[in-house]
């Protein structure tokens, strides 16, 4: 009975977490250089970005979202092209937008 209790217990702060977690709206800071990168790029290809990086104030930590090695910046995927983001307290910083062959170069 202790066993099932303690499981419960745990499962109702994992809970108040997520709860908690999702309902933090994060704002988007689009660096100069990240915004020009975007408008390089097509029409289609760039609503798409927008539209995923709008989702990203909802849902910073997503599937499609994973931190590079070696460094701070988490990269998200959107087919063939990836968007470089920092994430700082409640304001996530839109580094870099690129396609994925040449996205990683410094």
Known sequence: MQKLKEDWDCKIKVNKFDLKKRFIMYKIDWKEGAFKDLEK???????????????????????????????DDFRLRVGDYRVLFLIEGEIIQILKVGHRKNIYER
């Open 41 to 71: 790029l097509e029409a289609s290809v760039s609503r798409r970005i927008f539209k995923k990086v709008d989702e990203l104030s909802e849902d910073p930590f997503s599937k499609d979202i994973k931190r590079l090695k070696g460094r």
